[in-house]
């Protein structure tokens, strides 16, 4: 079985387009590219990776689509869309030819208007997925998980996967509303969770592996072991933590878990959902 991260970015930093890297991640502004992880994932024993968008423009998706054809372990590509266009089906359509393209993603915890994934022409676009048969990633702060419940109800077709747990204060230790609504989303078979991004949730550099326990308890008992993907979500998370470090809390958290069942985590069902 191979071994995949299902979550991680690459980028040519722009100081312009990437406004969202602050001062106080100065670490990211700079270049992250296939070589760099490649080293990371090898010392990890990982055979491939799936890059998601960090920037909203189908020229990521023709960036990362150079990537995948230039390094074999990048095994997926979750692009960005329009998904308001009256034209996106014409967009799909085109982007139905590249094979390693698996689905999409837009920037939903950006947007002010927090149930923005309900709109009409949005929810449109999801139906054309589908219809498509692309995955979308379901990108949010733990105030959307609501909406986020009504979207994954409207298409029981359509694969969804939650990004970084849904992003709970961990810094704070606040569980009570988005652990309900994570067990809410949950009851949705077609919904996916990728355990990611939590070190970048708490005090940077200063937290304790424990301190993510209480968390993934939750996502596990909801979602189970075939419903759960483990993701870097390098370079974002050398924020507080290497690659290394990220992968042996989840690593760690699952060692009395069956061979199979880790398998699962750290690969299979990455492999099923996105059909890499």
Not at 7 to 33: C, G, N, V
Not at 202 to 226: K, L
């Amino acid at each position: 079985m191979l071994k995949i991260d299902s979550h991680q970015h690459f980028w040519k930093y722009d100081p312009i387009r990437d406004s969202w890297i602050t001062e106080d991640m100065a670490i990211l502004q700079r270049d992250y590219l296939p070589p760099e992880l490649g080293v990371a994932l090898k010392a990890n024993g990982f055979d491939g990776c799936v890059v998601v968008q960090s920037n909203q423009s189908e020229e990521e998706n023709d960036f990362q689509q150079l990537n995948a054809e230039q390094y074999n372990f990048i095994k997926g590509i979750v692009g960005w869309v329009n998904l308001l266009s009256p034209n996106v089906e014409k967009r799909l359509d085109y982007y139905s030819q590249f094979k390693k393209l698996k689905g999409f993603r837009h920037v939903l915890q950006g947007e002010q208007q927090r149930d923005f994934m309900l709109r009409p022409d949005f929810l449109n676009g999801i139906s054309l997925l589908t219809k498509y048969d692309y995955t979308y990633d379901i990108l949010i702060n733990p105030d959307q998980l609501q909406f986020a419940k009504e979207l994954v109800a409207k298409f029981p077709e359509q694969r969804f996967v939650i990004d970084h747990i849904a992003k709970p204060f961990i810094k704070d230790n606040i569980l009570e509303n988005w652990r309900t609504d994570i067990i809410e989303i949950s009851k949705y078979r077609n919904v996916f969770c990728k355990i990611s991004g939590m070190v970048t949730e708490t005090r940077w550099n200063q937290w304790s592996a424990d301190e993510f326990d209480p968390y993934i308890d939750i996502v596990v008992e909801a979602f189970g072991v075939d419903r759960v993907m483990f993701g870097s979500d390098w370079p974002v998370c050398t924020l507080s933590g290497s690659f290394s470090e990220v992968y042996e809390i989840v690593k760690n958290y699952f060692s009395g878990y069956s061979d199979e069942e880790q398998q699962k985590v750290f690969g299979k069902n990455a492999i099923e959902f996105y059909r890499l």
